[in-house]
């Protein structure tokens, strides 16, 4: 027997009449209920595991957007060096006519 329950028990034959056994038992019932959370409160093992799967869910979400952030990417950094590889290459092409026509109709 636990010490809750023999103190009950002493408190139940002590008690001079059956009002005070009545508010023996009531104050026992009220220390249970705040030394144990109510059940609504309490976490189960199913709770658990929808959480769990939830979070594999959005995890695995993630991760698929991520990968098209970096495929995104990808393809606007390839994008961006083109340009710049064309307009390097433009800029270079016009110099080299400008110094032709300069040193062919100019000079």
Do not use: C
């Not at 103190?7 to 034959?13: G, P, S, T, V």
């Not at 979400?61 to 083109?82: D, G, P, W, Y």
Request: hydrophobic residues 45%; negative net charge.
């Amino acid at each position: 027997m636990s010490a809750v329950a023999l103190h009950l028990y002493e408190k139940l034959n002590e008690a001079p009449d059956d009002k005070a056994r009545s508010k023996a038992i009531v104050e026992a019932f009220s220390e249970l209920e705040e030394r144990y959370p109510s059940l609504r409160d309490v976490v189960t093992q199913h709770h658990l595991s929808e959480t769990e799967l939830r979070l594999q869910k959005e995890i695995e979400q993630t991760r698929l957007e991520i990968k098209q952030i970096e495929v995104n990417f990808s393809k606007t950094v390839h994008q961006q060096t083109l340009w710049v590889i064309g307009s390097v290459g433009t800029i270079v092409m016009a110099v080299r006519l400008l110094e032709w026509f300069l040193a062919h109709v100019a000079g």
